[in-house]
């Protein structure tokens, strides 16, 4: 793992690096073999499982996926690894979970919009409201009877397993201009979304006209003034650098957004068993690994966002929260969708309780 002082410092543009789109072709199982040294990756290890992200090298996705190589690689004597590859470098999300599916990616962090492009299941998790806070969000991933079926249920015709996941936290929308009070104040603004229905509509009700693009494309197209702004956490903001050219951010909190942490179960089952208890083992302390580290670097990024000046407005509470319920429930269709919705609705009743 990089010290901090191996990292670009923060004010630096990362350089993107989209030198293996179209891994398949590259034979990348055969790439990621061997021992390394770079960053994300675990040294002298026999078998390294490549770990694809779309996050710079200090962001705590790549953080806590290099700590989880680490303590594989300790938990299994050497026998496996993992190696993160940063910044999109083996592709954006939406391609990269067809790679994992197809084995050539062991595994990634896929945002809940793109898996649930792959499977209409998901959906109930990816909606504005379904998560209170990120304690609620980690005890409902923690909850075997509400997600177990749920994550297994891409293994037999996708090859997917998905192992966990980690907090996006709230998102927000951020913009070129400012102040944004309510809806009018972001009509005809082109803001980034994910590539996903609920976020079209949910930026929509925001007032704002949605733009789907990758989200490694997204500041190339802030600064060519394609876009007028984005939505995300404050870590994304400042560690995609967002602020330089979008300075106005706005407390919209339109979401408790969730990334699944998924592989390819024919490797991991070509493990051996022992070593498939280390794996998981090893997983579910890099997910409390990440807890930590996302709380700590939210405070870090709120207080770089000052010290650069971003202007931070508090809209009105009501300004944005009644349109975004509103689309919430507008993409609960089905018997089973509400039925997982309200399955987690009730995990916050009882945290409530508890409190
Ligand atoms: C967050 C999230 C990513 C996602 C990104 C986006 O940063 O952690 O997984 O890709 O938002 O807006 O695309």
């Known amino acids: ?40 990756a675990t040294t002298d290890v ?16 790549f ?32 391609e990269v979970v067809q790679l994992v599916s197809d084995g050539s990616v062991d595994m990634a962090v896929i945002s809940s919009t793109q898996v649930e492009n ?20 980690m005890a409902v991933l923690q909850d075997e009877s509400i997600v177990g079926d749920l994550f297994s249920s891409l293994e037999p015709e996708q090859r997917l397993r998905v192992l966990g996941g980690f907090t996006q936290g709230s998102r927000h929308v951020y913009t070129d201009r400012g102040p944004i009070e309510g809806p009018e104040d972001l009509s005809g603004l ?10 079209m509509e949910l930026t929509r009700a925001l007032g704002a006209s949605p733009t789907p693009m990758a989200y490694g494309e997204v500041y190339t197209a802030l600064q060519a003034g394609v876009l007028n702004g984005a939505e995300n956490n404050e870590v994304s903001y400042v560690t995609q650098r967002h602020y330089e050219i979008a300075p106005h951010f706005t407390l919209t ?5 969730l990334d699944y942490v998924m592989a390819n179960v024919d490797r991991i089952e070509s493990m051996d ?5 280390a794996f998981s083992e090893t997983f579910g302390a890099a997910q409390e690994e990440f807890v930590r580290l996302w709380v700590e670097e939210t405070e870090a990024s709120t207080q770089h966002m000052i010290d650069a000046g971003v202007e ?44």
Request: with cysteine; hydrophobic share 40%.
């Open 1 to 40: 793992m990089p010290s901090r002082a191996d990292r670009p410092p923060r004010g630096l543009r990362p350089i993107r690096r989209n030198l293996l789109l179209g891994a398949p072709a590259l034979g990348l199982g055969a790439l990621a073999l061997g021992s390394c040294a770079q960053a994300g």
């Open 46 to 61: 026999e078998n390294i499982l490549s770990v694809s992200l779309n996050q710079t090298e200090d962001h705590p996705s």
């Open 190 to 199: 082109r803001v980034r979304v994910q590539e996903s229905d609920v976020f």
């Open 63 to 94: 953080l806590a996926l290099s700590y989880f190589g680490e303590q594989l690689a300790e938990a299994t004597d050497g026998r496996w690894g993992a190696r993160v590859y940063a910044n999109e470098s083996l592709g954006a999300q939406q």
């Open 118 to 137: 792959l499977s209409m299941r998901f959906l109930p998790l990816g909606l504005p409201g379904a998560f209170a806070d990120i304690e609620h969000q």
């Open 312 to 355: 931070i407005h508090e809209p009105d509470a009501e300004a944005f929260a009644p349109l975004v319920e509103e689309v919430g429930r507008s993409f609960l269709t089905s018997p089973e969708d509400e039925a997982l919705y309200e399955a987690v609705q009730a995990v916050a009743e009882n945290m409530g309780n508890e409190r």
């Open 253 to 257: 909190n339109h979401l408790v957004g």
């Open 273 to 277: 068993e022992g070593d498939q208890l």
